[in-house]
């Protein structure tokens, strides 16, 4: 997957919705690896903001909108913008404007999307910097929780809870792309209860909010407005999640369960993200050997190829494969892997029986890509001359080499060394069974 732009400039005025003060706003063209970027054309210097988790304003008061921050300047209510960016796939873009809150449009992202894709969209040649959830993520606080699990593609699943006749236990899920993002997010507008409105403007907000722009919700439904969706406010608020995990400058594979959740909770989200990134990226991955013929699997591909999920998937890459052959499986282990809760509380220690495990999902994905076993899975018969050299514990990688030794139409027998620092800690010989990949959704 490649990074993407726009081709051309895309200009965009209008009131800012709660400052209430005009704004022209131009989206630009950006080179690759540059990011989505803010600039400030109404200041001098015109330094730009970059879109980073760390420039995200934390402030727990600022709860109705988003804001970036850079050396003092700051940029309001960029969520729907960013969430046009995020499901368009768009990677670089400079965003200059000369207000310090950007147009409100209609509520919505819809009146961004069209311009943006009328601009048109272009492929760059750096590939996408993509991160995908290896960990479950929690955070929560009295009322609202958000929990993050790994998944191969962007899934956002909302679930509403006011106390109001038509926003109780309103739901809407929804995984992202292109399509799904037009069709089914672009157009959901923000929205508050009539109940709100004086509390609202009380704080100095919404100065810009009107009826045409902001559903204001009253017992029967929207004041001097029509509903776009049954379920508007729920779709809303899956906007601003997908608008909020833009802030992370790149994009994000895993499935979001978001509960009463607003901006605040989405911005701690945002950074429980970004250190685990920068734990897995601090992680020293041995570098495959470019040789013909033998193939990188990373995680989104391991997913592709095993039904094993979280807490049960205890392969995080697998690397050198000679499809049918050979290959090398990665195992980082941490301390957050579920099992050292009870394995042991005093002394955390990897089970021997997950390393085997750990060794026969790899050779998994070893066998289920020689193309000889289409729509199987391989399922363990049994498990021979385990020996355990050395413990495994938090903090260490183990490599596991595993071999087919025999692959027969039904059955393959497979011999699997794990090492941990060129040190052998478990060595094992498999033997796996085929069946038809239905069997495990019956």
Known sequence: MKQKTINNPVSFSGIGL???KFARMTVKPAKENEGISFVRVDLPGKQPI????????????????????????????IEHIMAVLHGLGIDNAT?????????????????????????????????????????????????????????????????????????????????????????????????????????IKAQGLAKGADCKNTLVMSTKGPLENTLRFSDECARHKVLDVLGDLYLLGYPVMGAVYATKSGHALNRALVRKIEAQRQ???????????????????????????LPHRYPF???????????????????????????????FPQKAVMPGVIMIEAMAQTAGVVVLTSGAHNG????????????????????????????????????????????????????????????????LYT
């Open 18 to 20: 709660h400052t209430g």
């Open 95 to 199: 965003i200059e404007v000369d207000a310090e809150e950007i147009p409100g449009m209609d509520g919505s992202s819809l009146e961004f999307l069209k311009a943006i894709e009328h601009a048109g969209i272009i492929e760059q040649q750096a590939d996408k910097n993509i991160f995908m959830i290896q960990e479950p993520i929690v955070v929560s606080n009295k009322t609202s929780t958000i929990v993050m699990v790994p998944h191969d593609q962007l899934n956002i699943s909302y679930t509403m809870d006011y106390d109001h006749p038509l926003l109780r236990s309103q739901f809407f899920s929804q995984s992202i792309d292109l399509h799904s993002f037009a069709k089914e997010l672009a157009g959901a507008r923000t929205f508050c209860l009539e109940s709100e409105v004086e509390g």
């Open 50 to 77: 970059k879109v980073t988790a760390s420039n995200a304003v934390m402030d727990e008061k600022i709860t109705r909108c988003t804001v970036i921050e850079y050396q003092g300047v700051r940029v309001y209510t």
């Open 313 to 343: 998937l205890l392969v995080d890459r697998v690397i050198e494969i000679e499809p049918g052959k050979k290959g090398i499986g990665i195992k980082n282990v941490t301390i957050n892997d579920g099992f050292f809760q009870g394995h």
């Open 279 to 305: 734990k897995y990226t601090a992680v020293s991955y041995p570098a495959p050997i470019p040789v013909e013929g033998k193939r990188v699997f990373n995680i989104g591909e391991v997913m592709k190829i």
């Open 376 to 439: 199987k899975v391989a399922l363990f018969m049994f498990v021979s001359d385990v020996k355990f050299r050395r413990v495994v514990i938090p903090g260490d990688q183990l490599l596991m080499e595993v071999e087919i030794i025999r692959d027969r139409e039904r059955t393959a027998s497979v011999k699997g060394v794990g090492r941990v620092g060129g040190e052998v800690a478990i060595e094992a010989d498999m033997m796996f069974s085929y069946t038809e990949a239905h069997y």
